[in-house]
């Protein structure tokens, strides 16, 4: 029985927004305790994360075109090639992502030269870089194994991953910066050992419950004779759907450097900014999942109508409640920025910019669910190139007019990126009522 039969859209995402909400808290959750510890920190952590988040791109080359073929071959009941898949998909991103850990720690220091991190933060950030970076091949793995997780409709394995690294995570930064460990002064140090040992939790974990609910095999024996056909497609079908992504990041990062010269106070606002902005994107970010889900299996079984159909439902359920989310979150930013700061400034902007990001949330969550669902029937190609002209045409373009030209600072900054998310989301919107993405399966 296709999973479309047996689960319901909600019933696919609950689990992935519990574990998208758990991720990102699992990222914020060293920003949120240091920023009791140490302002400066915080921005360290948050220039080293950004870096960090862009190498570790390499990873969604293998991990997002998992997600497509799995649910495509599943969906056409191919099931004898699926532990072949499972082996090529883990065995690459684990090469590749030691490749980007031996980069991360030899090279820390000329990566985060590049960004103008401010000196004062520099050698926190360098620190928690080293540290961490060295562990990153954890997350490739994790985020492989999860993708494999959701396309067999088992997405609440997710959310016990999650949820245990993030346990853990809070009660290591705990030890290091406010309990029994903290006489030994490690701060931002501790919290990057912390950081690591919990990644490493969840990868061992997600191996576990990988051989129990799954019952998949990953062995060597299955690469002789070795499987080119699927590593092709997996790399065909990755490196457009990465490169999106990839784009995303290079422009956020030219973007983080316009904001770096614009000194403290931006640059803080903007990394908290970005947290609580974050928690009005979850939703449509599970819906999205779960969606493409649901349309892999679909456009697999050749039932393309069901996966133009449930696409714009979902849609117009993630916009409703994303409003509602990131309305509340503008609203109420003046009492929770202060949960982070009590400079008056850093509130007063950071008020400002989450109005900007309630409008930028109506475009990003069209891109989210849409381009996801395209990714998922095997329309790669095109949100790829439309993303790398507007996020660059506009985001970053726009972002240095507004932002640096016309001095409009943060906010200029901000409204740049809600120009390039909203003319994104009408372009693919149009596409997909179009139906230019059918016919485009890999099974």
Same mark, same amino acid.
């Given at each position: 029985?296709?999973?479309?039969?047996?689960?319901?859209?909600?019933?696919?995402?609950?689990?992935?927004?519990?574990?998208?909400?758990?991720?990102?808290?699992?990222?914020y959750?060293?920003?949120?305790?240091?920023?009791?510890?140490?302002?400066?920190a915080?921005?360290?952590?948050?220039?080293?994360?950004?870096?960090?988040?862009?190498?570790? #791109?390499?990873?969604?080359?293998?991990s997002?075109?998992?997600?497509?073929?799995?649910?495509q071959?599943?969906?056409?009941?191919?099931?004898?090639?699926?532990?072949?898949?499972?082996? /090529?998909?883990?065995?690459?991103n684990?090469?590749?992502?030691?490749?980007?850990?031996?980069?991360?720690?030899?090279?820390?220091?000329?990566?985060?030269?590049?960004?103008?991190?401010?000196?004062?933060? %520099?050698?926190?950030?360098?620190?928690?870089?080293?540290?961490?970076?060295?562990?990153?091949?954890?997350?490739?793995?994790?985020?492989?194994?999860?993708?494999? %997780?959701?396309?067999?409709?088992?997405?609440?394995?997710?959310?016990?991953?999650?949820?245990?690294?993030?346990? $853990?995570?809070?009660?290591?930064?705990?030890?290091?910066?406010?309990?029994?460990?903290?006489?030994?002064?490690?701060?931002?140090t501790?919290?990057?050992?912390?950081?690591?040992?919990?990644?490493?939790?969840?990868?061992?974990?997600? $191996?576990?419950?990988?051989?129990?609910?799954?019952?998949?095999?990953?062995? !060597?024996?299955?690469?002789?004779?070795? !499987?080119?056909?699927?590593?092709?497609?997996?790399?065909?079908?990755?490196?457009?759907?990465?490169?999106?992504?990839?784009?995303?990041?290079?422009?956020?990062?030219?973007?983080?450097?316009f904001?770096?010269?614009?000194?403290?106070?931006?640059?803080?606002?903007?990394?908290?900014?970005?947290?609580?902005?974050?928690?009005?994107?979850?939703?449509?970010?599970?819906?999205?999942?779960?969606?493409?889900?649901?349309?892999?299996?679909?456009?697999?079984?050749?039932?393309?109508?069901?996966?133009?159909?449930?696409?714009?439902?979902?849609?117009?359920?993630?916009?409703? /409640?994303?409003a509602?989310?990131?309305?509340?979150?503008?609203? #109420?930013?003046?009492?929770?920025?202060? $949960?982070?700061t009590?400079?008056?400034?850093?509130?007063?902007?950071?008020?400002?910019?989450?109005?900007?990001? $309630? =409008?930028l949330?109506?475009?990003?969550?069209?891109?989210?669910?849409?381009?996801?669902?395209?990714?998922?029937?095997?329309?790669?190609?095109? !949100?790829?190139?439309?993303?790398?002209?507007?996020?660059?045409?506009?985001?970053?373009?726009?972002?240095?007019?507004?932002?640096?030209? =016309?001095?409009?600072?943060?906010?200029?900054?901000?409204?740049?990126?809600a120009?390039?998310?909203?003319?994104?989301?009408?372009?693919v919107?149009?596409?997909?009522?179009?139906?230019?993405?059918?016919?485009?399966?890999?099974?």
């Amino acid at each position: 029985m296709s999973i479309e039969q047996n689960q319901s859209v909600l019933k696919l995402a609950w689990p992935i927004f519990l574990q998208m909400l758990l991720t990102m808290a699992l990222g914020y959750a060293d920003t949120i305790m240091m920023s009791h510890y140490s302002d400066v920190a915080v921005g360290a952590l948050g220039n080293a994360n950004q870096v960090m988040g862009f190498l570790a #791109l390499a990873f969604t080359i293998i991990s997002s075109a998992t997600g497509v073929v799995v649910a495509q071959y599943l969906g056409a009941q191919k099931y004898d090639a699926m532990d072949t898949i499972y082996t /090529v998909s883990i065995g690459f991103n684990l090469v590749l992502s030691l490749v980007v850990c031996s980069v991360v720690t030899v090279f820390s220091g000329a990566l985060l030269g590049a960004m103008h991190i401010p000196q004062i933060m %520099f050698n926190d950030a360098n620190r928690y870089m080293k540290i961490v970076g060295l562990f990153l091949f954890s997350d490739a793995v994790v985020n492989t194994f999860s993708r494999i %997780f959701n396309c067999h409709g088992n997405t609440l394995i997710g959310l016990v991953i999650i949820f245990s690294m993030n346990i $853990f995570n809070i009660a290591g930064n705990y030890l290091f910066l406010y309990g029994p460990l903290a006489y030994l002064d490690l701060g931002v140090t501790g919290v990057a050992i912390s950081t690591s040992t919990s990644k490493v939790l969840g990868m061992l974990v997600s $191996f576990i419950l990988f051989k129990v609910c799954i019952k998949g095999r990953i062995s !060597p024996r299955l690469l002789r004779p070795f !499987p080119a056909d699927i590593l092709t497609k997996l790399i065909k079908l990755g490196i457009p759907s990465a490169g999106e992504n990839i784009s995303y990041n290079i422009a956020q990062i030219i973007i983080t450097i316009f904001v770096n010269t614009l000194g403290a106070v931006a640059i803080t606002t903007k990394i908290y900014c970005n947290i609580l902005g974050g928690f009005s994107m979850v939703f449509s970010i599970a819906m999205a999942g779960a969606t493409s889900i649901i349309v892999g299996h679909n456009v697999g079984a050749g039932q393309y109508d069901r996966a133009y159909r449930r696409v714009l439902t979902s849609l117009a359920v993630a916009i409703s /409640v994303s409003a509602v989310i990131s309305g509340a979150n503008w609203l #109420l930013s003046p009492f929770t920025l202060r $949960f982070f700061t009590q400079d008056k400034n850093i509130v007063a902007l950071g008020t400002s910019i989450l109005f900007i990001a $309630f =409008l930028l949330e109506f475009g990003r969550c069209v891109n989210l669910v849409v381009i996801q669902s395209m990714r998922a029937a095997g329309d790669i190609v095109f !949100p790829t190139l439309l993303g790398i002209c507007s996020m660059w045409g506009i985001s970053v373009g726009v972002a240095w007019i507004l932002g640096i030209a =016309l001095h409009l600072g943060l906010r200029g900054i901000w409204i740049a990126m809600a120009a390039d998310e909203i003319f994104r989301a009408v372009v693919v919107l149009i596409r997909w009522k179009k139906g230019t993405w059918r016919n485009r399966a890999v099974v």
